[in-house]
């Protein structure tokens, strides 16, 4: 299955969470949904919705984005930084062989890319965001400061931040532990490392470092070659997972 705005929008991700038993019962009802995605615009500083919402992608929403914007800028945010937290049995992994995604987790610094989604499509848009990052709840919709790279304005951006009190959050892993989930596991939208090599593959195309990703892709390769996992060409399905 791939993600595209499409798809998202009619709730395909839903239905086939559904139709395959997956988490089924912890699914946020599009009425939650709603309520949250209200509830976080309520919040939002004024300058934040006056020419539209930006949001802050971190993860797989930086290589299929999937919802309708503007522009787009690079940049960073601080106080949070990336990581492999938050447990999946959903799409990059199964109930048997549990596959992990990204998370924004306390401290430092997280460089990635911002959407600006126009005022007159905000409603329609972050309700797409919604149905794919907020499916079970396990992130907290947050306002973060975002300054555009080099040197540029400082502007209100909509980040998911992961949600410690979520039952599938991870907490800080060992690297061989991340290396291990991410080198084995896979679920209907494709393998977990397929997910951490397009990360990874798409920052280095931003000229983004992030030298942990780097070294857990590396450690992925060489534990599958090791235990002779076939190869797994990158490609655009992404995930739940910034």
Same mark, same amino acid.
């Not at 960073?76 to 992994?93: D, N, P, Q, V, Y």
């Not at 996992?229 to 655009?236: G, K, L, R, T």
């Given at each position: 299955?791939?993600?595209t705005?499409?798809?998202?929008?009619?709730?395909?991700?839903?239905?086939?969470?559904?139709?395959?038993?997956?988490?089924?019962?912890?699914?946020?009802?599009?009425?939650?949904l709603c309520a949250?995605?209200?509830?976080?615009?309520?919040?939002?500083?004024?300058?934040?919705?006056?020419d539209g919402?930006?949001?802050f992608?971190?993860?797989?929403?930086?290589?299929?984005?999937?919802?309708?914007?503007?522009?787009?800028?690079?940049?960073?945010?601080?106080g949070?930084?990336?990581?492999?937290?938050l447990w999946?049995?959903l799409?990059?992994?199964?109930?048997?062989?549990?596959?992990l995604?990204?998370?924004l987790?306390? /401290?430092?610094?997280?460089?990635g890319?911002? %959407?600006?989604?126009?005022?007159? *499509?905000?409603?329609? =848009? &972050?309700? #797409?965001?919604w149905r794919?990052e907020?499916?079970?709840?396990?992130?907290?919709?947050?306002w973060?400061?975002?300054?555009e790279?080099p040197g540029?304005?400082t502007?209100?951006?909509?980040?998911?931040?992961?949600n410690?009190?979520?039952?599938?959050y991870?907490?800080?892993?060992?690297?061989a532990?991340?290396?291990h989930?991410?080198a084995?596991?896979? /679920?209907?939208l494709?393998?977990?490392?397929e %997910?951490?090599?397009?990360?990874? *593959?798409?920052l280095? =195309? &931003?000229? #983004?470092?992030?030298?942990?990703l780097?070294?857990?892709?590396?450690?992925?390769?060489a534990?599958q070659?090791e235990?002779?996992?076939p190869?797994?060409?990158?490609?655009?399905?992404?995930?739940?997972?910034g």
């Amino acid at each position: 299955m791939t993600l595209t705005r499409d798809s998202l929008k009619a709730g395909a991700l839903q239905q086939r969470i559904r139709d395959m038993g997956l988490d089924s019962d912890t699914l946020l009802s599009e009425e939650e949904l709603c309520a949250s995605r209200h509830a976080t615009l309520a919040q939002a500083p004024p300058e934040a919705i006056r020419d539209g919402v930006w949001v802050f992608g971190y993860g797989s929403l930086i290589w299929n984005p999937a919802f309708h914007y503007t522009e787009h800028a690079l940049g960073a945010i601080e106080g949070f930084h990336r990581a492999f937290c938050l447990w999946t049995s959903l799409g990059r992994g199964t109930p048997d062989k549990l596959g992990l995604v990204l998370g924004l987790e306390n /401290g430092g610094a997280c460089q990635g890319v911002a %959407y600006r989604v126009a005022p007159q *499509a905000v409603d329609e =848009e &972050l309700a #797409i965001v919604w149905r794919r990052e907020m499916i079970t709840g396990a992130y907290r919709p947050s306002w973060v400061p975002f300054t555009e790279a080099p040197g540029g304005p400082t502007r209100p951006a909509l980040a998911f931040v992961i949600n410690h009190d979520h039952p599938r959050y991870a907490g800080h892993l060992p690297e061989a532990t991340i290396v291990h989930h991410c080198a084995t596991a896979a /679920g209907f939208l494709g393998p977990c490392s397929e %997910y951490l090599f397009n990360t990874v *593959a798409h920052l280095d =195309e &931003l000229g #983004i470092a992030d030298p942990t990703l780097s070294r857990l892709a590396e450690g992925v390769r060489a534990h599958q070659a090791e235990h002779g996992v076939p190869h797994v060409p990158e490609d655009e399905s992404s995930s739940p997972g910034g």
